[in-house]
């Protein structure tokens, strides 16, 4: 286990060593979850396992937990979203190793030069984001505020409705 995270790691070594990583990792240098995120002050609760899956295969069984505060898409107030990530990633070199995977993981092609750790976290947060975020409709401020607008009067009459009648009855003549 790792008290501190490491900035860049070698997947395939770590899979053959049978390492573990678990730590905290700040949001806030992550730049394209930015976009989506209401604050970027929190961050992440992660856990790597590395080792030898089915057929031999190198993978990563990565957990990630926290909250996200993301921006509610009918208000852009902020909603408060629970991450929860479980996958077991395979971990890959060529792509026609892509093809002979179980169907059960998820492929991770891994160059041969170490990987950050923290675009293998952002990249897996990226896709677990739901694709609209909303507060639901009781806690919505937007909602709300339709739910509660006053109903429309009757119509009013127009200005000139009284000169297009005025108008009919001469053409009437």
Same mark, same amino acid.
């Given at each position: 286990?790792?008290?501190? +995270?490491?900035?860049?790691?070698?997947?395939?070594? %770590?899979?053959?060593?049978?390492? =573990? #990583?678990? &730590? $905290?990792?700040? @949001?806030?240098?992550?730049?394209?979850?930015?976009?989506?995120?209401?604050?970027?002050?929190?961050?992440?609760?992660?856990? +790597?396992?590395?080792?030898?899956?089915?057929?031999? %295969?190198?993978?990563?069984?990565? =957990? #990630?937990? &926290? $909250?996200?505060? @993301?921006?509610?898409?009918?208000?852009?107030?902020?909603?408060?979203?629970?991450?929860?990530?479980?996958?077991?990633?395979? +971990?890959?070199?060529?792509?026609?190793?892509?093809?002979?995977?179980?169907?059960?993981?998820?492929?991770?092609?891994?160059?041969?030069?170490?990987?950050?750790?923290?675009?293998?976290?952002?990249?897996?947060?990226?896709?677990?984001?739901?694709?609209?975020?909303?507060?639901?409709?009781?806690?919505?401020?937007?909602?709300?505020?339709?739910?509660?607008?006053?109903?429309?009067?009757?119509?009013?009459?127009?200005?000139?409705?009284?000169?297009?009648?005025?108008?009919?009855?001469?053409?009437?003549?």
């Amino acid at each position: 286990m790792s008290a501190r +995270l490491p900035v860049h790691i070698d997947p395939i070594r %770590f899979a053959d060593t049978c390492r =573990s #990583i678990e &730590g $905290s990792m700040p @949001l806030l240098g992550m730049d394209r979850l930015a976009n989506s995120l209401s604050s970027a002050d929190s961050s992440v609760e992660i856990a +790597l396992d590395f080792g030898l899956g089915e057929r031999g %295969f190198r993978i990563m069984d990565l =957990s #990630i937990r &926290g $909250s996200l505060q @993301l921006v509610c898409q009918r208000c852009l107030g902020t909603v408060d979203w629970p991450l929860t990530i479980n996958s077991v990633v395979a +971990l890959v070199r060529t792509e026609a190793q892509i093809e002979r995977l179980p169907d059960h993981y998820e492929p991770l092609l891994v160059e041969p030069q170490p990987m950050q750790l923290m675009a293998i976290v952002e990249d897996e947060i990226l896709l677990a984001l739901p694709v609209v975020a909303f507060h639901p409709e009781e806690q919505c401020q937007l909602a709300h505020a339709i739910d509660n607008r006053p109903l429309p009067k009757e119509e009013e009459p127009r200005q000139f409705a009284a000169l297009a009648q005025l108008k009919d009855q001469l053409k009437k003549r």
